[in-house]
C-alpha cells in the first residue's frame, strides 16, 4: 500500500472535520499557521492540501479574505459527497441514492438486454441462485455480495465503459446500505421477486422490458427502505414536508 503523503493527511483531517461538522458551510478554515501546527507541516504543504480540497469543490479560496468551506451542493467529487452523506445519517440521502441508482440502472438493463452474451446472462443468473441459497440460509453477507455482483454484471453486460466508471464510486456505499436493509427478510423476498423479473427481461432481449423491470425492482427497493428501514418518526418528517 502506498504511503500517504503529508498533503493528503492535511486533505484527510479537514474533510473528516467538515464531515463532522466541526467546519460548517460558509466557515473560514483556520489560518495556514494554525494548520500547519496542528498537522506539524509547512504552509506550503496547507496551500496544496486546500488546493485539493479546491479542486473538489469542497472549499473555496475568496482573495484577501481566506478560505471557506462549502456547501455540499456545490461539491464536485462525487465520492466526497457520498462519504459526506453517508456520514450524516441523513435517511434522505439513502432514498437520493436510489434516485441516482435508478438512473443509472434503467438505462444499464436496457443496453444490456441489447448486447448481453448468453454466459453473461447465466452468470447474472448463478447471482440470484446465490441470493436465493444465501436467503434460504439467513447468510446476509452472501446475499448481499451476490445482489452487488448481479448489478455490476448487468452494467458490464452494457458494453458503455462510462456506467460503469461513474458507477464505481458507489459501490462501497451501496454495500453497506444493502447490509442494512437486507437485514430485513421481507426485503430479501421482495429483492428476490424483482431480480427475477429483470433477468427475465434481459433473457427477452426487450430493452423496454428490461428499463421496466429494473423500475420497478427500484421503486420497491425505495418501498421497502420507507416501510421497513426509516424510523416512523423519520417517515412523519417526510410526510409533513
Known sequence: MARRSRVDEVVDGLFDDIVARRLVADEALPSENELGERFEVS???VREAVKVLQTRGIVRVESGRGSFVQPLAHWTSLSAVLAATSASGDSSAAEQLIELRRIFETGAAALAAER????????????????????????LASFVAADLSFH???????????????FAPLTEVLSERRAQTSRVPLIQQNALVEHAHVLDALRSGDPEASRRAMDRHMQQTLDDLRRYVLSPREREDKASR
Open 116 to 139: 448481453a452474451q448468453p454466459d453473461e446472462l447465466d452468470a447474472i443468473g448463478a447471482d440470484l441462485a446465490v441470493m436465493r441459497t444465501a436467503h434460504a440460509a439467513d447468510d
Open 152 to 166: 455490476d454484471r448487468i452494467l458490464a453486460a452494457s458494453r458503455n465503459p462510462f456506467l460503469t466508471v461513474m
Open 43 to 45: 504552509r506550503v504543504t
